[in-house]
């Protein structure tokens, strides 16, 4: 069936430092992908997403790539601060819907001081 | 302007009980959808509503789970008789077009079922 691998689950990374997450998904129609950031006691808030007919989105300090032909994309955040640790997910769409998401398991980030 | 709100944000009942779970969606959204994440996997799927109407249940997992939006404003979800495998966060979701995009969350209601 469709699926949204996402890793890692968890990401230690020194304040400043860049941290990469990664998704790969099996359905090679699909043409939207999100990420979302999930704060402690917070709902998952949408921070950035891209569509199949881009290989790269930015937004200050996030960007998310695309490679269509691999099948994956990557959430990547630069010089990471304190405000940046949370549970971030990407989700892709499935075939038979236009509204449903298939959501990766989720990467927990840790920002060390 | 008021985000997705649900309550209770915790919940913890014994097997066998009934929890209702609600859900005021931000104003205007016709769109309401209910997710379940069970502690390290992925968010699931439940339901989707379009106004008081179910568009789908696909992902409902039994028919111990009931969905509800009477009036196509708040919507409540109950679990009767509740087990074990229901506890997880229980999140809502609204948007305004019925597609996959821009989904704005609630928090969530943590269900506990011991």
Known sequence: GENVEQHPSTLSVQEGDSAVIKCTYSDSASNYFPWYKQELGKGPQLI???????????????????????????LHITETQPEDSAVYFCAAPTRDSNYQLIWGAGTKLIIKP | EAGVTQFPSHSVIEKGQTVTLRCDPISGHDNLYWYRRVM??????????????????????NNRFLAERTGGTYSTLKVQPAELEDSGVYFCAS??????EKLFFGSGTQLSVL
């Open chain 1, 48 to 74: 950035i997403d891209i569509r199949s007919n881009v290989g790269e989105k930015k937004d200050q300090r996030i960007a998310v790539t695309l490679n269509k032909t691999a099948k994956h994309f990557s």
């Open chain 2, 95 to 100: 948007s305004l077009s019925g597609t996959n």
């Open chain 2, 40 to 61: 390290g996997k992925e968010i699931k799927f439940l339901l989707h509503f379009v106004k008081e109407s179910k568009q789908d249940e696909s992902g409902m997992p």
